[in-house]
């Protein structure tokens, strides 16, 4: 068994999905690749902003004030 990935326009999704459906290939894995990057690159740009917080050259947020945000 072979696997591709492949990008589709969001105006082209529902149609490519009933294409491969029909193909009879089922095993489909949706995975919102947008959404998957951003949380990685949110994650690194945390790591980055503890290291300058233990290197002391950037001003962490208090917790409440952190909250108090939310």
Do not use: W
Not at 18 to 30: M, S, T
Not at 36 to 50: H, I, N, P, S, T
Request: no cysteine; proline share 4%; glycine share 8%.
């Amino acid at each position: 068994m072979k696997k591709i990935t492949i990008m589709i326009p969001e105006h082209k999704y529902s149609f490519f999905l009933e294409l491969v459906k029909n193909l009879g290939l089922e095993k489909i894995k949706e995975e919102p690749i947008e959404a998957r990057q951003e949380a990685l690159d949110g994650l690194e740009q945390g790591f980055r902003e503890v290291k300058l917080i233990q290197e002391g050259k950037m001003k962490g947020t208090p917790l409440q004030e952190f909250l108090d945000e939310l």
